[in-house]
Every structure is written in structure tokens, then in C-alpha cells.
């Protein structure tokens, strides 16, 4: 293996995802095991521009697997979209001599990085961390397991409030633009019906399902919607249109928002970033560059930030099949 690199920055970029921490700590701990040194960049792209830098080593990522977040904090920033900030940003990397950087976040964060490659040759690697899983070239990002526990958890309490009461729940769970948390949380909570931006159910066959749900004897039920889904404006939209077109349910929404995103990681998340850090300090190390890191058919594989950034992931079908079985 080829150890040309002396010295790699890391930086979390975006929303947080647990698992980031986990990743941060075998990224450094992989360039100890290589004798390279380790820089820790705070507050993302905002931090690299402002030379905002730390020192790090085996010691300094202790006690951190198991914490949800980003000990190097995060944020989006506008100004490096631009080429003077961009410029900055090489030129802090230049003074602190910076060879390579790890990127840990979502598509956002690989965009940036893609564009800051091609203008300045500067080597990247990308770690996909973002619940939404919505990440092209990996079958899991880093902290959408935890979610689903998370999240999953949360739908079982809530069950226990609408089965006392015969209420009808609207839980909105996180997924703009993919209903993967939906799709699986909806499978394993046991919800009557899941609502993602993949499928449009409709309002008149959403009110004639929960129907069907009702005449076959269920006294309560939960429907899962991604925060993404196309049937109405807001979830509490769906919840009016419920209360006027059916009888017999106390309706009500429950919207779960940032409490998805934290908590300790789950064992799958934290051995995956482990498996993911040490694939991108060594794919660096081999004179790779502009590439992501992902979980293919449980094989850590390599693809191109750009087949990362413009593919889509799909959702599971069969797993939406189930859904329908489950719901009968």
C-alpha cells in the first residue's frame, strides 16, 4: 500500500446522523495505525474556511463510539459555494499542510467536496452519514439504523395511547424526498398504512383502506407518513380530511422531528463507520480520490461522488409488498 500522504483532514458536514462520531474515530485511528497524522476540522466547510483546526490522535477519539452527534460539530455553509470561498478554504488547507480530506455527511457535503476536487486536484473521500439512508451507492448510511430504532421505539408508545383510547394516529417520521424510515418503520411497528413520496395512495383510497382497517375489527390504528408524502400539504392536512370523511376515530398527529436524528448509535452503525473510516484513509492512501464509501451486498465498495450525488436509491419493493400483506 502506497503511504504518500503525510497528513488528512476530517470534517462533518450537514445534518448530524449518529454514527458520525464513530467514523470520526476510525478515520483517526486509522491514521495512526498508518503513521499519518490526523486533523480534525470543526463546523464543516464553514470551519475549513476559517483554518478552524485541531490535532487529533488515538487518544483524543476516546470514549466517542458510543455518543449520537458530532464531537466536530457541524453546519451548511453558503460561502463555500462560491469560488472565493472555496479559494479560502484551499489556501487554509495549504497552510496547515493538509493533503487529503475525508468528508462525513450527505449529498450536500459530496457536491462541495466534487467541486473543491475538480478545481484544485485536492484528494476527497466521502462517508455517507444522514438518517434519510438517501444516498446512491450504499445500502445503509451511517446513522439510518439507529433511526429506525429510534423512531420505531417511539410509533410502540404511541400505540399503547391509540389502542386505549380507539384513536387514529398520523406520525410523521423524516424522508423529504425517499420514504425509506417510513417504509421500514411502517413494516416493523405494525402500521395500518404507510405513506411515502414514492407511492400516492390518495385521500379517497387512504379513507376507504382505514375503513377496511376498521370492518375487519381494529379499534385503533397508526399510519406512518414520510414528512415528503405527496397526498397532502401537511400531515395535519390528512388529519382534517380524516375527521371530516370518517366516523368513529379520535384522530390525532404525532410529528417525531429532530429527536430521530439523536441517541447513542446502534451496534450496526457504530461497525459500519468502523468499516467505512478505515476504507476511506486507505483508498487515499492508494492514491484514490473524488470517491464514496458505501455498503454494497455487505461489501465496503467504492463509487464515484458523482454516480453518489446524481443517483437515486430506490425503495425496496418487496418490502412495500410486505407492507400491503401485514396491513390486511
Same mark, same amino acid.
Given at each position: ?10 470534517? /462533518? ?21 498508518? !503513521? ?6 470543526? +463546523? ?12 487529533? !490522535?488515538? @487518544? ?15 453546519? @451548511? ?5 462560491? $469560488? ?15 493533503? #487529503? ?9 459530496? /457536491? ?5 476536487? =475538480? ?9 455517507? &452519514?444522514?438518517?434519510? !439512508?438517501?444516498?446512491?451507492? /450504499? ?7 439507529? #433511526? ?10 404511541? +400505540? ?11 406520525? =410523521? ?12 418503520? &411502517? ?10 413520496? =414514492?407511492?400516492?395512495? &390518495?385521500?379517497?383510497?387512504?379513507? %376507504?383502506?382505514?375503513? +377496511? ?13 414520510? =414528512? ?15 375527521? %371530516? ?6 384522530? +390525532? ?10 441517541? #447513542? ?5 457504530? $461497525?459500519? #463507520? ?7 484513509? %486507505? ?17 465496503? %465498495? ?19 409488498? $410486505? ?6
Amino acid at each position: 500500500m502506497s503511504n504518500k500522504i503525510k497528513k488528512i483532514g476530517v470534517l /462533518t458536514s450537514g445534518g448530524d446522523a449518529p454514527g458520525m462520531n464513530a467514523a470520526i474515530r476510525s478515520v483517526v485511528r486509522t491514521c495512526a495505525y498508518h !503513521n499519518i497524522e490526523c486533523v480534525g476540522v470543526y +463546523r464543516g466547510y464553514e470551519g475549513l474556511m476559517e483554518g478552524d483546526f485541531k490535532e487529533m !490522535n488515538a @487518544r483524543s477519539v476516546k470514549d466517542i463510539i458510543n455518543k449520537g452527534g458530532t464531537i466536530l460539530k457541524s453546519a @451548511r455553509s453558503k460561502e463555500f459555494r462560491t $469560488v472565493e470561498g472555496r479559494q479560502l478554504a484551499y489556501t487554509q488547507l495549504q497552510k496547515k499542510g493538509i493533503e #487529503a480530506l475525508v468528508l462525513i455527511g450527505g449529498d450536500g457535503t459530496f /457536491t462541495g467536496g466534487m467541486i473543491f476536487n =475538480e478545481e484544485y486536484n485536492f484528494p476527497v473521500m466521502g462517508i455517507p &452519514g444522514t438518517i434519510d !439512508n438517501d444516498i446512491f451507492g /450504499t445500502s445503509h448510511t451511517l446513522g439510518f439504523d439507529t #433511526a429506525l430504532n429510534t423512531v420505531v421505539e417511539a410509533v410502540d408508545k404511541i +400505540r399503547d395511547t391509540a389502542s386505549s383510547h380507539n384513536r387514529l394516529f398520523f406520525i =410523521e417520521v423524516m424522508g423529504r424526498d425517499v420514504g425509506h424510515i417510513a417504509l421500514n418503520v &411502517g413494516v416493523g411497528s405494525g402500521a395500518e398504512e404507510i405513506l411515502i413520496p =414514492e407511492e400516492d395512495l &390518495g385521500l379517497d383510497r387512504l379513507v %376507504e383502506s382505514l375503513r +377496511r382497517s376498521k370492518n375487519s375489527g381494529k379499534s385503533s390504528s397508526i399510519v406512518i407518513v414520510a =414528512e415528503g408524502d405527496k397526498i397532502g400539504k401537511s400531515v395535519f392536512e390528512l388529519k382534517d380530511y380524516v375527521d %371530516e370523511n370518517m366516523e368513529g376515530y379520535d384522530v +390525532r398527529v404525532s410529528v417525531l422531528g429532530h429527536m430521530q436524528r439523536g441517541g #447513542a448509535p446502534s451496534c450496526f452503525d457504530r $461497525v459500519l #463507520a468502523s468499516r467505512m473510516g478505515v476504507k476511506a484513509v %486507505e483508498s487515499l492512501m492508494e492514491g484514490k480520490t473524488n470517491l464514496m464509501v458505501g455498503l454494497l451486498n455487505n461489501e465496503i %465498495e467504492l463509487t464515484p461522488l458523482e454516480k453518489a450525488i446524481k443517483g437515486k436509491s430506490k425503495i425496496n419493493l418487496e418490502l412495500l409488498r $410486505v407492507s400491503e400483506i401485514m396491513a390486511t
